[in-house]
């Protein structure tokens, strides 16, 4: 089973993360922002990632380290299942429909963290998260877990279903990409040998 657990203890946060890549999209999760919640929840559930996520944070505050490091805990622990990354799809991409809305996510599992953002929203808050948070979700995960990933909202209107949108396909792509191809056997997918 590829799995693996994180616990990151700052001044700011309190976490603890546990994923199985291998999994059926249960979940377990409580970072004290509601709407985070549900959306780490997609995330499992359509990537089939098995997330038990548990964070105190400084919400006192504000949002911002309770977001941030909820997804690098996420990336790294993915990183740590992937292990040496053999065997796996490397590559995913979804087109994720919800209702009006049709956004477009890409990704590799490359090693080079980088993210390409071209989405916005048309109100500061969703429930009580801040909407520019989002993006910076998606930038601390891609950093954390060593992945190329492009992120783009064709077209849409309601801010719920254009962020649910994106994190179902972000989801959906990593779903394809984290999956092992029984035909790679243990191979490394790419020529260089290592990711």
């Not at 996520?53 to 380290?65: A, N, S």
Request: charged share 20%.
């Amino acid at each position: 089973m590829r799995t693996a657990r994180i616990d990151r203890n700052t001044s700011e946060t309190q976490i603890a993360v546990a994923v199985n890549l291998d999994g059926t999209g249960v979940y377990d999760v409580s970072t004290g922002i509601g709407f985070l919640d549900h959306m780490i929840e997609q995330f499992a559930r359509h990537s089939l990632i098995d997330i038990e996520c548990r964070i105190v944070g400084d919400l006192h505050v504000d949002q911002h380290h309770t977001v941030e490091d909820s997804a690098i805990a996420l990336g790294q622990a993915i990183l740590e299942a992937l292990g040496n990354k053999a065997g796996i799809g490397r590559y995913g991409s979804a087109y994720s429909p919800m209702d009006e809305t049709l956004a477009r996510v890409a990704l590799d599992i490359s090693g080079r963290p980088w993210l390409v953002w071209k989405a916005a929203f048309s109100q500061p808050r969703l429930g009580e998260m801040d909407t520019e948070l989002f993006e910076h979700w998606f930038q601390s995960i891609a950093q954390a877990a060593g992945i190329t990933l492009h992120i783009e909202l064709l077209y849409g209107q309601n801010n719920h279903h254009i962020i649910e949108g994106i994190f179902k396909g972000f989801a959906r792509a990593m779903r394809t990409a984290v999956t092992l191809d029984p035909r790679k056997g243990d191979a490394i997918p790419s020529t260089k040998g290592v990711l």
